[in-house]
């Protein structure tokens, strides 16, 4: 009896699904928000101004083949291919052994940083031009300008895409199995292939997968709205009135 | 008195486009200067080209008898000297109408943030914004954001004050409340140059008026002379054609 099954799977072998469902979490969050900072500072390098002339613009040159190197070959390969290639190469060719998580949060970062770096370039090159003058025009340099105003706004606009990367994060760790991460993938196969009961087994895995990805999109969606901030605002009348611009200008004559 | 900003032999191009062709002039400390003339005359340009948001192709740009576009000179240092106030606005999206004010001053000036607000509040009266120094930028109208964005560019304590058309974007009404707080900032002693299309303003304020045309000057003197007298047979046709719309 199959409903019988998914009793006694879940009976018998809920630890290991908590157990898997923690390590996909864990490594789809760490491995996220590594992966919006790689993303966040390839974006601000990649719109740095370029200087007409000098070695800086040869230097920068150099700098932004490399990143675009970087974004199209993590961008273009699977990410299946790659922790293939990354955990056993370098334990084969480099003596290299990773620990197993960590090699998965590695993975997980860069592939993730990879799109994200196109995700943030978007967003920048999105933002008015006129917030980039007006930072410039009252003396702030690049990083100041990125910092204080551009940056914080392309967060609020890239949220949407970080929270699909982030689902797609929680559902790809799966792929990790093949490196032999506990993940939630690979708890579920060995509890279903103890008991030959492979329906029972995924059909638990995918409501665990659902529930985690819908809570993620729910929590960002929150997030987006408190960025927002309130749809109104506090006019200030009684306590400005209290400290007319003349205190304020004796208050600093005192200091 | 003596020059704030000189101009030398400035020329700017892009590409094949030559919009500012050898122009001179300048500017002394406490005097307002208007700069009048058709689109696409390089008023903007000239003015950009002064705060470095564009690169001139040629000429001097002396500050204080500095030549600002040598190599060494500090370019972020040299722009917390100019305000300036944009067509568009430009508030910072991300920021609220004191926070606007504020976070030059913090980061730039590496002022405390109590002092800076209240530089920020002084300067949000002056332009009768500080009831609203809780709002966001999206939430004011439009004569409110360019308010406060004078604010912001007063909050730095420059030198000069640099306008570019800042009252092109607006609706009519709208008009009058910047142009009456640019008034009384030409009023209380400010050094500050204007780009604006509003004629009987640029007669009322400034002290001097420079007409453009195609890339040169074409004249400048006190206001009498150009909107009454003026010497150039453009600046005559120009003015007509104002004039005539209104």
């Known amino acids: ?255 | 008195m003596e020059n704030v900003i000189e101009i030398q032999h400035l020329s700017k191009s892009f590409g094949a486009n030559e919009v500012l062709k050898d122009i001179n002039f300048s500017v002394k400390k406490g005097e307002v200067v208007c700069i009048i003339g058709s689109s696409g005359s390089g008023k903007s340009t000239l003015l950009r080209c002064i705060n470095l948001l564009e690169r001139p192709s040629g000429g001097k740009i002396l500050y204080n008898g500095e030549n600002i576009l040598d190599e060494k000179h500090d370019i972020f240092k040299y722009r917390t000297k100019l305000g300036m106030v944009f067509q568009q606005f430009n508030l910072f999206e991300n920021h609220n109408a004191l926070s606007n004010c504020v976070v030059g001053q913090m980061k730039v000036l590496g002022r405390s943030r109590e002092e800076a607000e209240e530089v920020a509040l002084k300067f949000l009266k002056v332009v009768g914004m500080e009831q609203y120094i809780n709002a966001r930028p999206k939430q004011l109208s439009g004569g409110q954001k360019q308010r406060v964005a004078i604010a912001r560019a007063l909050s730095m304590e420059p030198d000069v004050m640099l306008f570019d058309e800042p009252t092109s974007a607006l609706d009519p009404e709208m008009v009058g409340e910047v142009l009456k707080v640019m008034k009384e900032l030409a009023q209380s002693g400010l050094t500050m140059l204007i780009v604006t299309h509003e004629m009987g303003f640029a007669k009322e304020v400034s002290d001097r008026v420079v007409f453009m045309d195609k890339g040169v000057i074409a004249e400048e003197g006190p206001p009498e002379q150009i909107f009454n007298n003026p010497k150039e047979e453009r600046t005559r046709e120009f003015l007509k054609r104002v004039l005539n719309q209104m």
């Open chain 1, 1 to 255: 009896m199959t409903y019988e099954w998914l009793v006694r799977i879940i009976t018998n072998y809920w630890p290991m699904f908590i157990r898997g469902a923690g390590v996909t979490l864990l490594i789809s969050i760490i491995g996220t928000i590594i992966g919006a900072i790689i993303g966040l500072l390839i974006g601000v390098i990649r719109t740095i101004p370029m200087p007409e002339r000098g070695p800086k613009r040869v230097f920068l040159k150099f700098v932004n083949f490399l990143l675009s190197a970087y974004i199209e070959f993590f961008r273009g390969t699977p990410m299946i291919v790659q922790a293939m290639v990354i955990f056993y190469g370098s334990a084969l060719v480099f003596n290299v052994y990773m620990d197993r998580i960590l090699a998965a949060i590695f993975i997980v970062s860069i592939n993730t940083g990879a799109y994200m770096a196109e995700i943030v370039r978007g967003g920048i090159i999105s933002i008015d031009k006129g917030q980039f003058e007006a930072a410039q025009a009252i003396g702030m340099n690049h990083p100041q300008t990125m910092l204080n105003v551009v940056l914080p706004q392309v967060i609020r606009n890239i949220l949407p895409a970080t929270g699909n990367e982030f689902v797609i994060n929680i559902k790809d760790t799966s792929v990790l199995n093949v490196i032999s991460v506990t993940e939630l993938f690979f708890q579920t196969k060995s509890i279903a292939g103890n008991n030959y009961r492979y329906f029972e087994a995924f059909f638990v895995a995918s409501i665990i997968y659902f529930v985690m990805t819908f809570t993620v999109t729910r929590i960002l969606r929150y997030i987006e709205r408190r960025l927002d901030g309130p749809d109104s605002y506090i006019m200030i009348d009684n306590q400005m009135q209290v400290e007319r611009p003349e205190d304020a200008l004796r208050k600093k004559g005192q200091n």
